[in-house]
């Protein structure tokens, strides 16, 4: 199906939303390998420079995959994983897909804290750890954790050997955790985290925020993550 020029619709929007149509009707399986970009030109009644535009923002919200020397491909669906409420798998389903998730540390450090974190947390100095979740060794996920904590960092790498960091960051803070609030935002990629997750900087990803409480219902932790939702579905359950 041609584009319409008589439209006010850039053609390269045209484009790419004829090919989500395409994709969202199954025409190509994940995996598969989409047509060359004269072949969807001719199809189309554009120049290739327009299918490439079109292809290049579909590869921006993750539905297609380049590989180089060997074209684009139709992204896998993203893994989707069941949480309850203390952002721990939810189920046989959830903990299967989990086998593969890992979340190496990558720094910590005792630090200042500034913004949101200095707001929630009512503290001027605390730990900060930051980590990049994989699943299938495939980045997934960014996360920065700001602590209510006076250990050092070489206290607080001591307490992160463990399967769920979570869990750690009670050892660290001597006490019980339950989540206080969540927030989601859809936002362009950061440079920093862009470079991390693999993706290109003002791609759209999800940013979660939120607060962990004690018993009495005293800020202890906040964290702000950054989501592949291309890779990743996280379904939070009560």
């Keep these: 199906m041609p584009v319409d020029r008589s439209l006010p619709i850039p053609l390269h929007v045209q484009v790419e939303e ?7 009707a199954g025409t190509w399986q994940p995996g598969e390998r989409l047509p060359a970009e004269p072949v969807l ?7 290739r420079l327009t299918v490439r535009e079109a292809i290049a923002s579909l590869r921006r919200t993750g539905r297609v995959v380049a590989r180089q020397g060997s074209g684009t491909f139709v992204a896998t669906p993203p893994l989707r994983i069941d949480l309850d409420a203390a952002g721990r798998p939810a189920g046989d389903a959830a903990r299967t897909a989990m086998a593969t998730f890992r979340e190496p ?14 707001t929630e947390l009512g503290v001027d100095e605390g730990l900060e750890i930051e980590t990049l979740a994989l699943l299938s060794d495939a980045p997934v996920m960014h996360t920065v954790y700001s602590i209510a904590s006076a250990a050092t960092a070489d206290e607080a790498r001591a307490q ?3 399967p769920w960091l979570p869990d750690r960051f009670e050892a660290l803070v001597g ?20 470079a991390l997750l693999d993706v290109e900087p003002g791609s759209p990803i999800l ?14 932790t906040f964290h702000v ?8 579905r996280i379904v939070l359950r009560d």
């Design 105 to 118: 540390v990558l720094d910590v450090r005792r630090t200042r804290l500034t913004g949101e974190a200095r």
């Design 18 to 24: 004829l090919l989500l149509s395409d994709l969202d």
């Design 207 to 220: 940013r979660r925020s939120g607060v962990n409480v004690d018993a009495d219902g005293v800020a202890r």
């Design 160 to 162: 992160l050997d463990g």
């Design 175 to 194: 006490t019980s955790l339950r989540s206080a609030w969540r927030a989601f935002d859809a936002v362009p990629a950061r440079r920093h985290e862009a």
């Design 225 to 232: 993550r950054a989501y592949r939702s291309d890779r990743l």
């Design 41 to 47: 030109a001719a199809r189309f009644g554009v120049n």
